[in-house]
């Protein structure tokens, strides 16, 4: 488990690697943090407009393949610059948008005959999978949108590219993975 000290932390890591960028630098990244946060963790970063708290980019790693300092540093990046959704970021942006992190738990597969009813709306995400197509959704979407479990099964198949109802078939693998959420409540004003 992250602390709530720790997660300002890792939101000032983020945040600092886009700022860095700006500047075409590496971030200085202390040796004792990345002690600290070495274990491999799937994370995503979701930058929203502040105050309104719009999406403003969002990308993720869902598999625990990089040290969680590294992976914060690398969604940050993406979610400010790659979002296909999205044109990049702007300097001019950094004080007017926050930094949320979601850090995942393992995926655990779901078997067919317990969906929908076992899925728990606001404690778990959604990832479907279906060939070489993969969608997913974060715990957070299905309480900001009220969804009921079969809807946001649902919408996780659709963000896949499939038929909504595609988590019914043989062939789709439903899995659920927990987030810890942390959110900066407003963009730092030490500059």
Same mark, same amino acid.
């Not at 300097?91 to 078997?111: C, D, F, T």
């Not at 949108?145 to 963000?159: A, D, I, M, V």
């Given at each position: 488990?992250?602390?709530?000290?720790?997660?300002?932390?890792?939101?000032?890591?983020?945040?600092?690697?886009?700022?860095?960028?700006?500047?075409?630098?590496?971030?200085?990244? /202390?040796?004792?943090?990345?002690?600290?946060?070495?274990?491999?963790?799937?994370?995503?970063?979701?930058?929203?407009?502040?105050?309104?708290?719009?999406?403003?980019? #969002?990308?993720?790693?869902?598999?625990?393949?990089?040290? *969680?300092?590294?992976?914060?540093?690398?969604?940050?990046?993406?979610?400010?610059?790659?979002?296909?959704?999205?044109?990049?970021?702007?300097?001019?942006?950094?004080?007017?948008?926050?930094?949320?992190?979601?850090?995942?738990?393992?995926?655990? /597969?779901?078997?067919?005959?317990? *969906?929908? =009813?076992?899925?728990?709306? =606001?404690? +778990?995400?959604?990832?479907?999978?279906?060939?070489?197509?993969? =969608?997913?959704?974060?715990? +957070?979407?299905?309480?900001?949108?009220?969804?009921?479990?079969?809807?946001? *099964?649902? *919408?996780? #198949?659709?963000?896949?590219?499939?038929?909504?109802? #595609?988590?019914?078939?043989?062939?789709?693998?439903?899995?659920?993975?927990?987030? +810890?959420?942390?959110?900066?409540?407003?963009?730092?004003?030490?500059?």
């Amino acid at each position: 488990m992250i602390s709530s000290k720790e997660a300002k932390e890792l939101l000032r890591l983020g945040r600092q690697a886009v700022e860095a960028s700006f500047r075409s630098r590496e971030p200085e990244i /202390p040796e004792e943090v990345k002690e600290r946060f070495a274990p491999k963790r799937g994370v995503f970063t979701t930058l929203l407009t502040y105050p309104e708290e719009r999406l403003r980019g #969002c990308m993720g790693v869902v598999e625990p393949k990089y040290p *969680l300092w590294q992976g914060v540093v690398y969604t940050s990046l993406k979610a400010a610059f790659s979002d296909p959704r999205f044109p990049p970021l702007r300097e001019e942006e950094l004080g007017s948008v926050i930094w949320e992190l979601s850090i995942l738990s393992a995926l655990r /597969p779901v078997p067919k005959e317990l *969906l929908p =009813g076992s899925i728990n709306i =606001g404690i +778990q995400g959604l990832m479907v999978e279906k060939g070489v197509l993969k =969608g997913l959704l974060l715990p +957070q979407v299905a309480t900001e949108h009220s969804l009921s479990p079969e809807e946001f *099964l649902t *919408l996780t #198949c659709r963000k896949a590219g499939l038929p909504g109802e #595609c988590w019914k078939d043989k062939d789709t693998q439903v899995y659920t993975f927990e987030a +810890q959420v942390f959110r900066e409540t407003k963009p730092p004003t030490d500059k």
